[in-house]
């Protein structure tokens, strides 16, 4: 059975696409201010998850360059369609492992090569969703500064993925 809290992450993800609905490559190319470009946000949640779990957790990386979207990475502006084949690759792959995860291995930490230590595994997947739900706000603000109608109201299809105890 799924983890709840991937689970959640898998909900959040949803959430993330969903909130792209409509976004044009010209719109996704846009920057405000310091504000990420939208493009770049979803490149910067690729490299997320490639880090997480599949460099860190399988000693793997599957797009090298998703390396230029990393935290402290200078702003850009790469192309939207090419950010979400990147994420959804990314995401594809994570999957398998994310299924394997169970309380117990929640609690432990990688044993990667260059894998950190300190946090959790689980406190790492928190994490994950967390720093989703921070760019999603973002990627909202942006489209309104765009002017982009019709924005999604969230939460969305939460009934979709339920409470389930452990």
């Known amino acids: 059975m799924t983890h709840l809290l991937v689970a959640q992450l898998r909900f959040t993800r949803s959430e993330f696409v969903r909130a792209y609905e409509g976004v044009s490559a010209e719109d996704a190319g846009q920057h405000f201010g310091p504000m990420n470009s939208l493009s770049w946000i979803v490149g910067h949640l690729a490299w997320h998850e490639q880090l997480y779990w599949i460099e860190r957790s399988q000693g793997k990386v599957l797009i090298p360059d998703l390396h230029q979207y990393g935290f402290g990475a200078p702003p850009s502006t790469p192309p939207l369609d090419a950010m979400w084949q990147a994420w959804y690759t990314v995401t ?75």
């Open 92 to 166: 594809l792959a994570a999957d398998a492992y994310l299924d394997t995860l169970t309380p117990e291995l929640l609690q432990g930490t990688w044993t990667a090569p260059n894998a950190p230590t300190g946090e959790n595994i689980g406190t790492r997947l928190l994490r994950m969703i967390y720093h989703y739900w921070y760019h999603l706000g973002e990627s909202q603000a942006i489209r309104q500064l765009i002017n982009n109608d019709d924005l999604p109201s969230f939460i969305g299809n939460i009934s979709a993925y339920p409470y389930q105890p452990e």
